[in-house]
Nanobody, 122 residues
């Protein structure tokens, strides 16, 4: 089973920065994508940023120019640098990976971390 553990969330003032980290472990055969989603109170979960094994990235329009995703493929880790944070960025942030497990090496699955709270408030 693939496991994801996030860290780096917390309370920050508007305009501040946070860096989220996530490490994948377990029976991983190959990672296809890693990234971040978030869910704000009363809203549905939305994509924040993803990065595939070839280096391609996707960002939500609301975070372009402020957030940067990066990966350490050797460590099966993904990071999210969040700058110029706004109150509307307040949400639970979830690490995500789409990967082939060693048990099911011919079919990919989606895996999620437990989430880390990011609160932007003065």
């Amino acid at each position: 089973q693939v496991q994801l553990v996030e860290s780096g969330g917390g309370l920050v003032q508007p305009g501040g920065s946070l860096r989220l980290s996530c490490a994948a472990s377990g029976s991983i055969f190959r990672i296809i994508d890693m990234g971040w989603y978030r869910r704000a109170p009363g809203d549905q979960r939305e994509l924040v940023a993803t990065r595939n094994a070839g280096g391609g990235t996707k960002y939500a329009d609301s975070v372009k120019g402020r957030f940067t995703i990066s990966r350490d493929n050797a460590k099966n880790a993904v990071y999210l640098q969040m700058n110029s944070l706004k109150p509307e960025d307040t949400a639970v942030y979830y690490c995500y990976t789409r990967a082939y497990s060693q048990a099911l090496a011919t079919s990919w699955g989606d895996y999620w971390g437990q989430g880390t709270q990011v609160t932007v408030s003065s």
